[in-house]
């Protein structure tokens, strides 16, 4: 088992900027931890420094207290799977997953002992004499995370493991996957561009963007309490709506106003703008959050509305809509039709209505 941290880590391959910037943070024993940004982050490259496959140009990597930088990925006892599954296609699946055993000579008694207990694991014990040219993509995907859990690693990487599957497939291994983990007791570090990915399987999520942290947290702390704009437009979909606003002061209230709309500022957020400038903020609130027809809002957060494009999905329908040159996305339940042009009224819930800074993106509280 490991803990492992991160210790203001740089890594510069020589472009205008790092790759990687001043990243510090700790992965405690047995977390499955979930990183996810957008392609060219730098997401990767935190996992192949941790793993040994990048040297840090600054900063420490521990595990277990011990600084690794510069050892071998071999003597740091990490395993990794990757997006490609890299299993030797003229081996038989006993023989892929007995391979690493093999290099460290381990006893051969032992190493059948384990390849059987792994592919019990998996749930591949049938496949063993196959190769991998007989196996679908999702039996290949469980021969290469047995290969790499049958070392009993301290640590377990994973490089966008499940991206070449099917999406019912992908959907499948991701809680195989949470079970595995759950039953190894592996401390892991799981890479992908994918926000559903990390939402489903996370005990914490780190969102990165152009190789600087932007958060650490719970997908319901992510979610619900995002530390800025690129945070909350990057978790959730469909993505959050953003609308510039100007502050105006009406009836001993302050409003959001927006294309010739208004909306008080809800009271939670009345201190948080006392030191805003009336050009600087950025309302976001999410589809989920926009209401069809409400009948227990207040009525000055009920405005008029059209639809312009309705998308269904079985239990929900992705709808847009425009208020006045605003357009907004919603998620709206499925027992009404939603034709283009239908004019209605949307509810804004106050309770889930963001606001942030136009300049430095920073979430008001």
């Known amino acids: 088992m490991a803990t492992i941290r991160f210790e203001k880590v740089v890594k510069d391959f020589g472009a205008p900027e790092p790759a990687v910037k001043d990243f510090s943070m700790e992965i405690p024993d047995q977390e499955f931890l979930v990183v996810v940004g957008p392609s060219g982050c730098g997401k990767s490259t935190i996992l192949r420094m941790l793993a040994g496959l990048e040297t840090p140009t600054n900063g420490n990597i521990l595990i277990d207290d011990q600084i690794v930088n510069f050892l071998s990925p071999k003597q740091r006892d990490i395993a990794m799977v990757f997006q490609s599954y890299a299993l030797y296609p003229h081996k038989n699946v006993r023989d892929n997953l007995s391979f690493p055993l093999m290099v460290s000579k381990v006893p051969k008694e032992e190493i059948r002992s384990r390849v059987l207990e792994t592919a019990e694991i998996m749930g ?3 496949l063993l004499d196959r190769k991998p040219k007989e196996l679908s993509g999702g039996q290949r995907q469980r021969v290469a995370l047995g290969r790499a859990i049958i070392r009993k690693p301290r640590v377990f990487l994973m490089d966008e493991p499940l991206s070449n599957l099917d999406a ?3 959907v ?3 809680a195989e996957l949470k079970k595995l983990q759950r039953r190894l007791k592996i ?7 994918d926000q559903v990915e990390a939402m489903t399987m996370g005990d ?4 990165v963007d152009n190789g600087v942290l932007q958060q650490v947290g719970s997908p319901h702390d992510i979610f619900y309490n995002p530390v800025n704009k690129f945070v909350a437009g990057f978790i959730g979909s469909p993505p959050m709506n953003f609308n510039n606003v100007k502050l105006v002061e009406q009836q001993g209230k302050i409003w959001l106003s927006f294309f010739a709309m208004k909306l008080p500022v809800p009271e939670r957020l009345e201190k948080a703008i006392l030191s805003v400038k009336d050009e600087g903020l950025i309302m976001g609130i999410r589809p989920q959050s926009l209401i069809f027809e409400p ?3 207040p009525t000055d957060y009920i405005i008029p509305a059209e639809i312009t494009v309705a998308q269904p999905r079985g239990t929900e329908v992705d709808t847009e809509f425009k208020i006045g040159e605003a357009y907004f996305m919603a998620v709206f339940p499925p027992e009404q039709d939603y034709e283009p042009g239908m004019q209605f009224k949307v509810g804004f819930d106050p309770k889930s209505i963001y606001l942030f ?3 430095t993106g920073k979430t008001l509280y």
């Not at 401390?187 to 561009?193: D, E, K, N």
């Not at 914490?204 to 969102?207: A, F």
């Open 172 to 174: 499948k291994m991701r």
């Open 187 to 193: 401390t892991t570090l799981y890479v992908t561009h």
């Open 168 to 170: 019912k497939l992908r």
């Open 357 to 359: 800074h136009k300049e």
């Open 204 to 207: 914490r999520i780190v969102i």
């Open 124 to 126: 591949i014990s049938e």
């Open 295 to 297: 009948t227990e809002l």
